[in-house]
């Protein structure tokens, strides 16, 4: 429980930090397509932050629960993969990373499903 709380709250500041530096940091010295995919890093790593949040509550009430702790591994893995491909596409421009990208997208898409799983099972 207390882990993916951490997680989550560590994924919400750096998200909020990053943003803010994408925002003033680097403004002007990338262009508009490559500010975009920083922007889009940013969203998907607060509301994956905001997942792990979800389920580190969640653990608290089914600690035992391998279903809710996958999900946050998943999520965890998705926001590296997903998220931090995008950081390095946007500030690189090297593309062949955007390969990554979908590997951290079904890593969310997994944790997800998990979840509503989880939820249909202990609810």
């Known amino acids: 429980m207390k882990t ?6 560590i994924n919400a500041f750096l998200s909020v930090a990053l943003g ?22 940013v969203k998907y790593q607060m509301f994956h932050a905001t997942g792990l949040f979800i389920v580190g509550i969640l653990l608290g009430k089914y600690p035992a629960s391998a279903l809710l702790s996958w999900s946050g591994w998943l999520l965890f893995i998705g926001i590296i993969l997903f998220a931090g491909s995008l950081y390095v596409l946007a500030v690189t421009q ?16 997994a944790a997800w499903i998990l979840i509503i799983i989880a939820a249909a099972k202990l609810m």
Do not use: C, R
Not at 94 to 109: E, H, M, N, R
């Open 94 to 109: 090297i593309s062949v990373l955007g390969a990554i990208t979908p590997l951290g997208g079904l890593s969310f898409l």
């Open 4 to 9: 993916f709380i951490i997680l989550g709250a």
């Open 20 to 41: 803010a530096f994408g925002a003033h940091g680097l403004e002007g010295k990338l262009e508009p397509k490559y500010l975009d995919i920083w922007e889009k890093a």
